[in-house]
């Protein structure tokens, strides 16, 4: 069975341009999760899709979104980025209720 | 905001030791869950314990949970060189799916 997987493996942008991260679940997971890792920081909660909804959000700016399509594959967008944007961003996959999660690798972005 | 705080940041033990790290969390949860990280990688999951649950073991984990005192504890025992790696808690509250994490604690195994 192939895990989260997740691309690209690394982006570097410059200031101000948009960044486009996408993640594919595993097989039969509906819940897609993203979260943020900044470099000594533990992970901050992003955003949670489910059935193609945003279900909940973090408290991060409005320029950080993303969507889920039909085969629950996801995307995160990061519009106008600033240096401390960069970080690795993790996304897992579950299945709805009390499971555990399924973590890519994550993509780090680096915000020049 | 960090639901979960680890204690301590950092641990440092020899081949064969046991680790022990803790997990203290703020509000009522579902379930709590722990994590490993391999150098900035993705995230594998070790172990989840419900709130009804007291103690649970996989392999060479042991997880107890006091909900009374929120916290719980992670222990690892005959450690070994491939258990290094950033250890975190997380928590499912309940009537919530996402999980809230923990800063981590940073095990490294001696050889």
């Known amino acids: 069975e192939a895990g989260v997987t997740q691309s690209p493996t690394h982006l570097i942008k410059t200031r101000g341009q948009q960044a486009t991260l996408r993640c594919s679940p595993i097989?039969?997971?509906?819940?897609v999760y993203w979260y943020q890792q900044a470099l000594g920081l533990g992970l901050q909660f992003l955003l949670w899709?489910?059935?193609?909804?945003?279900?909940n959000r973090g408290n991060f700016p409005p320029r950080f979104s993303g969507r889920q399509f039909p085969n629950y594959s996801s995307e995160l967008n990061v519009n106008a980025l600033e240096l401390e944007d960069s970080a690795l961003y993790l996304c897992?996959?579950?299945?709805?209720?009390?499971?555990?999660?399924?973590f890519g690798s994550g993509t780090r972005l680096t915000v020049v | 905001s960090q639901q979960g705080e680890e204690d301590p940041q950092a641990l440092s033990i020899q081949e064969g030791e046991n680790a022990t790290m803790n997990c203290s969390y703020k509000?009522?949860?579902?379930?709590l869950q722990w994590y490993r990280q391999n150098s900035g990688r993705g995230l594998v999951h070790l172990i989840l314990?419900?709130?009804?649950?007291r103690e649970k073991h996989s392999g060479r984990l042991r997880v107890t949970l006091d909900t009374s005192k929120k916290s719980s504890s992670l222990l690892i025992t005959a450690s070994r060189a491939a258990d290094t790696a950033s250890y975190f808690c997380?928590?499912?509250?309940?009537?919530?799916?996402?999980?809230?994490f923990g800063a981590g604690t940073t095990v490294t195994v001696r050889a």
């Open positions: 997380a928590t499912r509250g309940a009537g919530d799916y996402k999980l809230s």
């Open positions: 097989s039969g997971h509906t819940s």
């Open positions: 314990i419900r709130s009804n649950e």
């Open positions: 899709y489910d059935e193609g909804e945003e279900r």
């Open positions: 509000t009522s949860i579902n379930n």
């Open positions: 897992a996959s579950s299945w709805t209720g009390e499971y555990g999660y399924t």
